[in-house]
């Protein structure tokens, strides 16, 4: 079943962990982020010398995001 546009960000909003993959040095980086959705734009806190902010910076870069439901307590994907 595909998800329509609002059940995507509703769903992302309901959680605060994620994952963000960009490319560095030719390989995939991939790295844990908490985030919020502020309306629809995902926003990510890092610091200036972190590996994203430079890739994010560049002209014609590539990030992908993903989030899953983790328990805040436990810090997993369990159940």
């Given at each position: 079943?595909?998800?329509?546009?609002?059940?995507?960000?509703?769903?992302?909003?309901?959680?605060?962990?994620?994952?963000?993959?960009?490319?560095?040095?030719?390989?995939?980086?991939?790295?844990?982020?908490?985030?919020?959705?502020?309306?629809?734009?995902?926003?990510?806190?890092?610091?200036?010398?972190?590996?994203?902010t430079g890739r994010a910076a560049g002209d014609g870069?590539?990030?992908?995001?993903?989030?899953?439901?983790?328990?805040?307590?436990?810090?997993?994907?369990?159940?």
């Open positions: 079943m595909e998800l329509t546009a609002g059940e995507s960000w509703r769903l992302l909003a309901g959680t605060s962990l994620g994952r963000i993959v960009f490319t560095q040095h030719a390989m995939p980086a991939i790295r844990p982020v908490n985030h919020l959705v502020d309306d629809e734009p995902v926003i990510i806190r890092s610091h200036l010398g972190a590996a994203i870069a590539v990030v992908c995001y993903e989030a899953d439901a983790i328990d805040p307590v436990r810090h997993c994907a369990c159940r």
